[in-house]
């Protein structure tokens, strides 16, 4: 079967690779979409934390069950998507009810290889119904799960104020789903085009350029003098991570959704006066996979509304490095497979 193989950072190649064969836990699926994600382009770029080279990519994904192994009340044919975070089970994350978090996690086409291909094994216990939902819906519930997840980790209240800083695919999925809780959301980037697509695609009328001189004043006068309670990093940028604890208000929360491999830093007296509490949020649950495809049958968040690039998987070699390029306007781009 046909593969793309990330060979080192900048590299891709087509490879003819073995169609995987049927073992005992296991499920054969035939990938009909994959979804372009940040950690695809971060590690084409070689700035992806956990990664090694060569890596077949992609996680998000849809596709056809073709054997589905002893996975229970699942049929050959049906249209599905999967989580994409393999656990062992049995560590004291796993124990806790947190497998996104394992010790010993292996996440599809990060640490084991992905969903560049024709046919995929995965873990049944990783299946996910579709649910009547498209292709193109299924293969974008993934990154909607992180967002979702974030918003869980924040325990975002009715009424709340919160700041998502990074408007890309991740950053808007925690916006949608903060809107969901019952938050009042600000979106911070500093692509105006980003801003912009909040504006009039996802009816996100408070923005923030993170660039501007008085991004400070703009916070604190949308939220009237409060500042946010919950304030969401979505970027993965050092830079970014640094400057959001300025924009917290006592007694808030700040969540780190977004990944760099660097130290992050910050006032203590600042952090210590606002009894502010610092958390991170790593992947998603079932029960988060569940609450998008939810809403998603329910009308409150669409999936399709991200997607501004199509391609072929012919095509993806050739595309992939111009979608690095803030230029290329890319929200969020999916490759159709033959």
């Known amino acids: 079967m046909n593969a793309l193989v990330c060979l080192t950072p900048g590299q891709l190649a087509y490879q003819q690779t073995e169609k995987p064969a049927l073992t005992p836990g296991h499920a054969s699926i035939r990938v009909t979409r994959i979804g372009i994600c940040g950690t695809d382009l971060h590690a084409f770029e070689g700035t992806q934390p956990y990664f090694d ?4 990519l992609g996680h998000e994904l849809a596709g056809e069950l073709i054997e589905p192994g002893d996975a229970s009340g699942f049929s050959v044919g049906e249209t599905i998507t999967f989580i994409p975070y393999f656990n062992c089970g049995a560590c004291i994350a796993c ?12 996440v599809c086409g990060v640490h084991v290889d992905g969903g560049m291909v024709e046919y995929l094994s995965v873990p049944t216990y990783s299946l996910l119904h579709g649910e009547g939902l498209s292709d193109d819906q ?9 967002g979702a997840h974030g918003i869980r980790r924040a325990e975002v209240r009715l009424g709340e104020s919160v700041l998502v800083i990074g408007a890309g695919p991740i950053g808007l999925g925690v ?14 980037d500093i692509n105006e085009a980003r801003l912009a697509f909040c504006r009039n695609n996802l009816g996100i009328n408070q923005t923030v350029n ?61 952090f210590h006066k606002r009894e502010a509490t610092l958390m991170s949020s ?16 329910q009308g409150l968040v669409d999936p399709l509304a991200y997607i501004t690039h199509r391609v ?27």
């Open 210 to 270: 993170a660039q501007a001189p008085d991004a400070i004043e703009q916070i604190r006068e949308l939220t009237h003098g409060d500042m946010p309670t919950v304030v969401i990093d979505a970027t993965g940028s050092l830079r970014a991570i640094n400057q959001g604890f300025q924009y917290l208000a006592h007694g808030g929360r700040y969540v780190l959704v977004g990944l760099q491999k660097g130290d992050i830093s910050f006032s203590h007296p600042e």
């Open 312 to 338: 072929g998987f012919a095509q993806v070699a050739t595309e992939f490095a111009g979608w690095l390029n803030p230029a290329s306007g890319v929200i969020k781009a999916i490759v159709e497979m033959p």
């Open 175 to 188: 916006m949608a789903f903060a809107r969901i809780a019952g938050a009042t959301v600000i979106a911070m």
């Open 138 to 146: 299924l293969a974008l519930v993934e990154p909607l799960a992180i």
């Open 53 to 56: 080279y060569p890596r077949i």
């Open 282 to 297: 790593r992947n998603a649950t079932r029960a988060d996979f569940e609450h998008v495809v939810s809403c998603v049958k």
């Open 95 to 106: 124990r806790l009810g947190k497998p996104n978090c394992c010790v010993q996690l292996q």
